[in-house]
């Protein structure tokens, strides 16, 4: 789909970036990089897996962008997939813990939403953030993804159903987690001087930067803002020479509803601790100031992990060409996505201006 | 001991690339590349694991690379990991068949003995290479890693005890098929302008190439070369401006005794067909014109599958800074090392020079 929408045919690609968080784990098959590729027509040039944990297809858009941006390649395509259906849920949460320090904090029982958990809790401690405010990131995503025809879960929710979800891990109910997903998603990615070729290339990339953290939670400073979230803004931002109130729309990583609310603090979009209060008030709604998450989020889009973050690059990208129907926002000059890694160990952020 | 040998300090270290096969699967932990280098004291920057099978730390260093002859980055480590020993042997073999197509050739029952078995025999009917022509390279790369204190097996073996060996898979024996090892290995990468800055730096990179092809064997043209490893060693000898004819010494990747002869063939050095006569005559011994595997290969030195890449590329600069010891060449201008992944998905081919 991503070649035939560029006009790029499979012979021209000059390097395969493929995301994939675990998909030994998840269905026995490693080596994806050159089955993936070769099946697409893609064969000869190199085809590499790039794993980051939830962050793996930012990673491979990331580093797909650096070269050819430093003139290595003249088409690259980037991509992610990740199947998590075939697994039985218990073992689905076993292998995402496999992304936390098993010497660590896994050993002694955390998993993710365990984890996000106590993010969560430290965050109402420290802003007084609420249960109610975690909430409302779900009704809004659930509500953006009931318009998206390429959405896992279709299904407007309402702000009592969320307060009144299951428990999965206290104060995360089920509302407040996102899906366990299968899915795939692809971009190419040539020079800007070569645009005039592939009229079907529509984006401009401003700014990318991956950075990274410790993975475990207990050797990080602040577990309510993610360091690497700062570093790889930071300087996606000085690259594309912006600052956060110049963006337009953004997709953030909403594994968990307060993930939502710390990005929108750590990419400067809100004061530290306003995270929360911003969503009630609707400025990251469709119609907001700043829509955010406008295809459903990872709570309701999906998370097929391997996938999420070239998936929101393919979000920015609908929205960003007025594709995005119903859904379709208004302000659309310069968009930007958040992909995170593990409990903040990796963080990929893009800015992507219109052509 | 990388960062240190170099003279770098991790604070300097601008990205980081990880290679590893299968963490996950034989250990439990993923998100490896953030792990690695956070316990190595690098944080912040890009942390990235990088898998393409037995050629994941080859692809790493491929990417680093690449990213640092582009500019992208002034010092950049290329890593590789793989701990297999804490699993038992079926798993082990389990795991590894994970690089094979498992929609196909796994799920009729090939592990990638059994693989590299068919390779051998057709090998053997389309050219007439023997048993003893095989066991040839088990006893010159045991020979060789007997002097290397790094290898895991210091083991010298007769071509009797070779010929002997517990069959694994018809015609491979146990002299056949590399080690199960746990290793790790670490290079740092600068820009050629900046070596006066790191007098630790002692070997130029004149060509390198990763290359792509079928996963399965069953869709290859033929098994008895690796296209992955023509076209990538075409790139290689492309970008350095030599031949196979001006290589001093070379690390191949013998996974099983007939990948050595099938590397000796493809990458130029003697004809289809002529990489067992020559492995007999004594051409690739350490006193041979091209001696290969002086580290005692995977073979004797071990083969931790996502280290092994990047552990050539180390096994070479040994012998480039004249530091092999007892089993230092004469010759060491050029080396040439080349990773297979799979049974020849992924190559890497990389061609080095003395500073």
Redo the contacts between chains.
């Keep these: 789909m991503a070649l035939a929408d560029a006009g790029v045919a499979a012979e021209a690609v000059e390097s ?1 970036y493929l995301g994939n ?2 998909g ?2 998840f ?9 993936v ?2 099946g697409a027509g ?12 939830c962050a793996s297809s930012g ?1 491979a858009f ?2 797909a962008v ?2 050819v941006a ?3 390649y003249d088409v690259a395509v980037a991509a992610g997939v990740e199947t998590m259906t075939c697994q039985p849920t218990p073992r689905v949460t076993e ?1 995402l813990a ?6 660590g904090e896994v050993r002694v029982g955390a998993t993710f939403p365990s984890l996000f958990a106590m993010i969560a809790r430290r965050h109402m401690h420290e802003f007084g953030t609420t249960r109610e405010q975690m909430a409302a990131v779900a009704v809004k995503n659930h509500a953006n993804g009931a318009l998206n025809p390429l959405a896992h879960l279709r299904k407007r929710i309402t702000m009592e159903q969320a307060l009144a979800g299951k428990p999965v891990s206290e104060p995360l109910t089920v509302y407040d987690c996102s899906l366990i997903s299968d899915g795939a998603a692809a971009v190419v990615i040539i020079p800007l001087e070569r645009a005039r070729d592939f009229p079907g290339i529509s984006l401009r990339i401003l700014g990318i ?7 475990a939670l207990d ?1 990080k400073d602040d577990i309510t803002s993610f ?2 979230n700062r ?1 790889a803004a930071e300087k996606a931002y000085r690259m594309a020479g912006l600052g956060p109130g110049e963006v337009d729309l953004a997709e953030v990583h909403d594994c968990f509803t307060i993930a939502e609310i710390v990005a929108l603090e750590d990419l400067g979009f809100v004061a530290r601790g306003e995270g929360g209060p911003a969503t009630v008030a609707g400025w990251t709604a469709l119609n907001g100031r700043l829509p955010v998450n406008t295809s459903g989020g990872l709570k309701s889009k999906g998370h097929p992990v391997g996938a999420t973050g070239v998936g929101q690059i393919c979000d920015l990208a609908i929205q960003m060409r007025g594709a995005a129907g119903e859904r379709q926002v208004e302000r659309r000059r310069v968009g930007l996505a958040q992909n995170l ?2 409990s903040g ?2 963080s990929v952020v893009t800015i992507l201006g219109a052509a």
């Design positions: 395969f968080f675990a030994p784990s269905a026995g098959q490693n080596h994806l990089a050159p089955y590729a070769s893609i064969r000869g040039v190199p085809a590499t897996r790039f794993e980051a944990a990673s990331f580093h650096t070269a430093a003139g290595v292998i496999g992304a936390g320090d098993l010497a930067a991956q950075a990274s953290d410790y993975v050797a360091r690497a570093v890694g593990g160990a990796t």
